[in-house]
């Protein structure tokens, strides 16, 4: 028999519906119980995530856009940011598809919105002042004296801009 018949027997839906896939599938979501949005606080729930995870030290877009594949990838997340990003003197984003004009600060809103939807991804203000350890095994300290455990570490700091002392350039 070839895989074109094979093909027309059993579709995809079918084959997980009658192999029990589906249960299982259904008993991996209740292994998940410390991802899970709860009616704890905030902080409660980081604390049950502190072990595990990929942190990630930045969130403006490149640190919502790596949360967002961590968050569709049901991966534990933890997004630390200060809020202040390195555009927020910039009125309008260009060259950014789709975002041509649009405020920076609306953009990283509406991207915010949209990872906030992921039950494994949760969002902390705070900085980052030390990271030790190596892969698979990491300490991140925060300003606010807090210390998370992770697995994978993503810095998505941006960039610091560093102006010519030059007469007029701040005007500019």
């Known amino acids: 028999?070839?895989?074109?018949?094979?093909?027309?027997?059993?579709?995809?839906?079918?084959?997980?519906?009658?192999?029990?896939w589906s249960l299982l599938g259904m008993s991996f979501l209740n292994y998940l119980p410390a991802v899970a949005k709860t009616d704890d606080s905030r902080n409660d729930k980081i604390q049950a995530m502190n072990q595990d995870y990929v942190v990630i030290v930045?969130?403006?877009?490149?640190?919502?856009?790596?949360?967002?594949?961590?968050?569709?990838?049901?991966?534990?997340?933890?997004v630390i940011d200060s809020g202040k990003p390195c555009n927020a003197q910039t009125p309008h984003a260009h060259n950014f598809i789709t975002q041509n004009g649009e405020p920076?600060?609306?953009?990283?809103?509406?991207?915010?919105?949209?990872?906030?939807?992921?039950?494994?991804?949760?969002?902390?203000?705070?900085?980052?002042t030390d990271v030790e350890g190596e892969s698979g095994n990491f300490k991140v300290k925060t300003r606010s004296k807090e210390t998370f455990n992770a697995k994978k570490i993503i810095f998505a700091t941006g960039i610091k801009d560093i102006m010519p002392d030059l007469p007029g350039f701040v005007d500019c």
């Open 104 to 128: 920076p600060h609306i953009i990283a809103a509406r991207a915010r919105e949209q990872v906030m939807k992921y039950r494994t991804v949760e969002f902390l203000e705070s900085l980052v």
């Open 58 to 78: 930045g969130g403006s877009y490149l640190g919502l856009a790596a949360a967002m594949t961590l968050g569709r990838s049901i991966r534990k997340t933890l």
């Open 1 to 20: 028999m070839t895989f074109k018949k094979i093909e027309h027997l059993l579709s995809r839906g079918s084959f997980i519906g009658k192999s029990g």
